[in-house]
């Protein structure tokens, strides 16, 4: 009998004070205005930043960069959209949808203007090196949500 998660996901949790709909919308609309795009993008790789960067909002949309040249570059694609409370995709920025993970964002209203968001990063299992490239993602994904997202909600 083998383990499906033999390789654990990552689960994160941030509690925001803002609506549940305006948290859904600044996370799937608004990406290129908060993530981290200097460090955490393709073009950051090749020593330049992204023109943007886009969720398309629906199921089977493109989540991908603009690099500086007009070139896309493909992040992932939604497997669930549930608007205001659910987004899921598959993740595998610069490199080939075979070693794409996925990821499922949950947005809970806890109050009238508060929002709990649960980002679950799995599918390690689905890749080779899954297990070795994990350690990797736990302060990113403290980083994109915590300093990065969460900063933009107070801000907007």
């Given at each position: 009998?083998?383990?499906l ?17 305006f ?8 990406m ?23 969720m ?48 499922t964002?949950q ?46 909600l107070?801000?907007?």
């Amino acid at each position: 009998m083998t383990d499906l998660h033999a390789v654990e996901p990552i689960e994160k949790h941030l509690t925001v004070r803002v609506p549940q709909a305006f948290a859904f919308e600044v996370f799937t609309e608004r990406m290129a205005q908060w993530w981290p795009a200097s460090t955490h993008s393709v073009a950051a790789g090749q020593g330049a930043q992204p023109t943007d960067i886009v969720m398309e909002g629906r199921l089977g949309g493109r989540i991908y960069e603009v690099l500086p040249d007009g070139r896309e570059s493909d992040w992932g694609q939604v497997t669930e959209w549930q608007p205001p409370q659910r987004v899921a995709f598959t993740w595998h920025p610069g490199h080939p949808v075979e070693r794409a993970t996925l990821v499922t964002v949950q947005f809970a209203a806890l109050a009238e203007a508060e929002t709990e968001v649960t980002l679950c990063h799995d599918g390690w299992d689905r890749i080779a090196d899954g297990a070795a490239i994990r350690p990797q993602y736990v302060p990113g994904w403290d980083h994109v949500l915590r300093e990065c997202y969460a900063a933009a909600l107070i801000v907007s």
